[in-house]
């Protein structure tokens, strides 16, 4: 499975942004699909995940409100709607597949990870 991430870019603080994940190759049914990131001199966080159906998603406290994760299984898409955008939102966005299904924050349990799509916010 590869996967392609993108949509990253400079942006205001308080615009908004769509990042687009594209899925390839061998891909197995029911997997589960999650958003990372990672900011300078920080360590990579979870930010969202979402059910293969859909049905079920999760994510962190700071992105709960602001973003949204969804996916289109026929295109094999996945998307992060990131509206009201802070400084602090500022990392290079990774999206990662759990070939298990589970919808968790926990990324050693993502077999695979896409490049990462960098997101500036500025103040």
């Known amino acids: 499975v590869q996967l392609q991430a993108s949509g990253g870019g400079l942006v205001q603080a308080g615009c908004s942004l769509r990042l687009s994940c594209a899925a390839s190759?061998?891909?197995?049914?029911?997997?589960?699909m999650g958003w990372f990131r990672q900011a300078p001199g920080k360590e990579r966080e979870f930010v969202a995940a979402?059910?293969?159906?859909?049905?079920?998603?999760y994510y962190t406290h700071s992105a709960k409100g602001r973003f949204t994760i969804s996916r289109d299984n026929a295109k094999k898409q996945v998307y992060l709607q990131m509206n009201s955008l802070k400084p602090d939102d500022t990392a290079v966005y990774y999206c990662?597949?759990?070939?298990?299904?589970?919808?968790?924050?926990?990324?050693?349990?993502?077999?695979?990870w896409g490049q990462g799509t960098l997101v500036t916010v500025s103040s």
């Open positions: 990662a597949a759990d070939l298990q299904g589970a919808v968790t924050v926990a990324f050693y349990e993502y077999d695979y």
């Open positions: 190759g061998r891909t197995r049914s029911s997997y589960s």
């Open positions: 979402i059910s293969w159906s859909g049905d079920s998603t």
